[in-house]
């Protein structure tokens, strides 16, 4: 059985820094791509950023290149998302996902079916 849990939200001034947690469960996490989603108020859920397992590459929304980063340890079958120099905007819940394929085609919401129940950050002085 699939299983996403996400952690690692809270609040954080602008500037500041967070790091998300993904845990797996369920899959081996290194098989498969796996992407961040947000999703705030009001707004459609959009792909922040993904990881592929078949070479390591990585896609990141405009919005966050160069803030975000995205990671995955293979040993604790975990991924993460690095986040620096947080603003305002960056408000969401956010959402760990995967569509059981091996790369990040296309990182649009309808095609993940496999989501975690989110955390949420808020980014506020």
């Known amino acids: 059985q699939v299983q996403l849990v996400e952690s690692g939200g809270g609040l954080v001034q602008p500037g500041g820094s967070l790091r998300l947690s993904c845990a797996a469960s369920?899959?081996?996490?290194?098989?498969?791509?796996i992407a961040w989603f947000r999703q705030a108020p009001g707004k459609e859920r959009e792909g922040v950023s993904c990881i592929s397992s078949s070479d390591g590459s990585t896609y990141y929304a405009d919005s966050v290149k160069g803030r975000f980063t995205i990671t995955r340890d293979n040993a604790k079958n975990t991924m993460y998302l690095q986040m620096n120099s947080l603003k305002p905007e960056d408000t969401s819940v956010y959402y760990c996902?995967?569509?059981?394929?091996?790369?990040?085609?296309?990182?649009?919401?309808?095609?993940?079916?496999?989501w975690g129940q989110g955390t949420h950050v808020t980014v506020s002085s």
């Open positions: 996902a995967t569509d059981l394929g091996i790369r990040c085609t296309v990182v649009a919401a309808p095609l993940f079916g496999y």
């Open positions: 369920g899959f081996i996490l290194d098989y498969y791509a």
